[in-house]
């Protein structure tokens, strides 16, 4: 069974640090995303990767930057949080399967920005 | 707006009732995702269609699609208390390329929350 692990499900941080949240899948997929959840806004893709060290810009990049040294994990990173980046965040992968590439979630990391 | 866009928003059944969920889209797409999700939970995926498919059951599920009208439709027939979750779509639009692959970018919708009262 596919495995994607966050390392928090919850987090409370201050305004200003810089937050790191890790994802780690056991399937060796080739892509890795993140998302975050809030109510009424579904779900929106903050970046994606599809290799090691690759990285693509999703719909709403401004104020993260992401790290993807290995190819099972893949970094999201806050360089210096705000309250309005209090949200649900959601790590996924999925194989590169042309045509076919459901995405596998994690459980989440509901974080709090003060 | 949403790529894929679910209707309604929200839906209340008694158990043994069948649910119907549809969403919108707006492009092109290579294939259409349906993921459910529980309370606190991440999303868990449940069927996909491709685009050239029109129909595809899975168990107590059946899910349609209609790429002229842009539009599929998730059907739980028989729903139980433990189907109550909140169901989204999720597009994988066709790249504008030769091949029209993408690497597997979905874009979801808002979502259905399904309360199925016992």
């Known amino acids: 069974d596919v495995k994607v692990t966050q390392s928090s499900r919850y987090l409370v941080k201050r305004t200003g640090e810089k937050v790191f949240l890790e994802c780690v899948q056991d399937?060796?997929?080739?892509?890795m995303f993140w998302y975050r959840q809030d109510p009424g806004l579904g779900l929106r893709l903050i970046y994606f990767?599809?290799?090691?060290?690759?990285?693509e810009k999703g719909d709403i990049p401004e104020g993260y930057s992401v790290s993807r040294e290995k190819k099972e994990r893949f970094s999201l990173i806050l360089e210096s949080a705000s309250t309005n980046q209090t949200s649900m965040y959601l790590c996924?992968?999925?194989?590169?399967?042309?045509?076919?590439?459901?995405?596998?979630f994690g459980d989440g990391t509901r974080l709090s920005i003060l | 707006s949403q790529q894929g866009e679910e209707d309604p928003q929200a839906l209340s059944i008694q158990e043994g009732e069948n649910a119907t969920m549809n969403c919108s889209y707006k492009?092109?797409?290579?294939?259409l995702q349906w993921y459910r999700q529980n309370s606190g939970r991440g999303l868990v995926h449940l069927i996909l269609?491709?685009?050239?498919?029109r129909e595809k059951h899975s168990g107590r599920l059946r899910v349609t699609l209609d790429t002229s009208k842009k539009s599929s439709s998730l059907l739980i027939t028989a729903s139980r208390a433990a189907d109550t979750a909140s169901y989204f779509c999720?597009?994988?639009?066709?790249?504008?390329?030769?091949?029209?692959?993408?690497?597997?970018?979905?874009?979801f919708g808002q979502g259905t929350i399904l309360t199925v009262h016992p």
């Open positions: 999720a597009t994988d639009a066709r790249l504008p390329n030769a091949g029209g692959t993408s690497y597997g970018k979905l874009t």
């Open positions: 399937m060796d997929h080739e892509n």
């Open positions: 996924a992968s999925s194989p590169w399967l042309r045509g076919y590439q459901p995405q596998h």
């Open positions: 492009t092109s797409i290579n294939n």
């Open positions: 269609i491709r685009s050239n498919e």
């Open positions: 990767s599809y290799d090691v060290k690759m990285k």
